[in-house]
């Protein structure tokens, strides 16, 4: 299968459809990730905070895939830049994933009671010039939290990765990111399964003999977005890849653009603290 690559503003190139790992047990991590590995997938989403880089990491070696064929995303946690250890904490992610250099490293969010996350990207663009990750980007940045870091920092993220599904499509970040050259991710991009029994959603399933969830994962692709949608089911993982092979037509993708219902299922981020 040959997975779409999206150009990104430093001149790197990322796969737009991979695999997220957000609630996937530590023990099962390797698992799962292989599974991933076998059926196709080249781009691994994971983060500190989800306690499964080793995993990760163990899935990646015994793959015997060589490096420069995988796209690799962790995240910086909060708390971690909140206490000033940005880059020990990228070199703690490394240690853990067994890599030397991660593809994209993203602020997890930029939990905005105060400003820490400016000096957090300025150790991130460091973290970049020294190799230990290709490109660095944020996620969950409003619009006004894009606009501080373009004004402090001397690097234009690459990425924003944000909550983006049929049922919340955050128009405006997408169009604020857009206008500075910032690509968007999809993150719960399934919305966790909340959409797959709208109609919109069921009709174009059922229009090409596909999953609702494939039906989805199209829409994103076709919308140009790129996306990590996360199982743990060895056919789940296998038919949310096998999306290659069929198109929805405009009509189908705008009624899904019509499921927009301000359906947010994570923390908005202009009120999320965490520490
Ligand atoms: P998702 O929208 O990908 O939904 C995953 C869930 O949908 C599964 O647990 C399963 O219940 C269901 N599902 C998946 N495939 C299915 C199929 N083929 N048929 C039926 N049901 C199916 O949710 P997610 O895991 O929240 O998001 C994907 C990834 O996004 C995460 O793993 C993580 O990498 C990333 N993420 C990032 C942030 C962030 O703050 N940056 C937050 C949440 C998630």
Redesign the pocket.
Known sequence: TAVPTIALNDGTEIPQLGF?????PADDAADVVAEALKVGYRHI???AV?GNEEGVGRAIANSGIPREELYVTT?LWVGDFKAGRTKEALRTSLQKLGLDYVDLY?I??PSPADEAYLDAWKAMEELQAEGLTRSIGV??FLPEHLDRVLEAGTIVPAIN???I?PALQQRSIQEADEKHGIKTQA???????AV?EDEPVVAAAQAHGV????AVIRWHLQRGRI???????PE?IA??FDVFGFELSEAELSAIDSLERDGR??PNPAEFNPS
Do not use: C, I
Not at 187 to 193: D, E, H, R, T, V
Not at 211 to 214: E, G, K, N, R, T
């Open positions: 997220g790992v957000w609630q996937v989403d994971t983060a989800y995240k993203l997890h969010w996620s969950n990765q944000v909550e599904h993150w719960s991009p399934l919305a966790q399964g797959f999953s609702p969830a494939q996306l990590f949608p996360k199982s743990v089911t789940r038919s949310n299922s994570g």
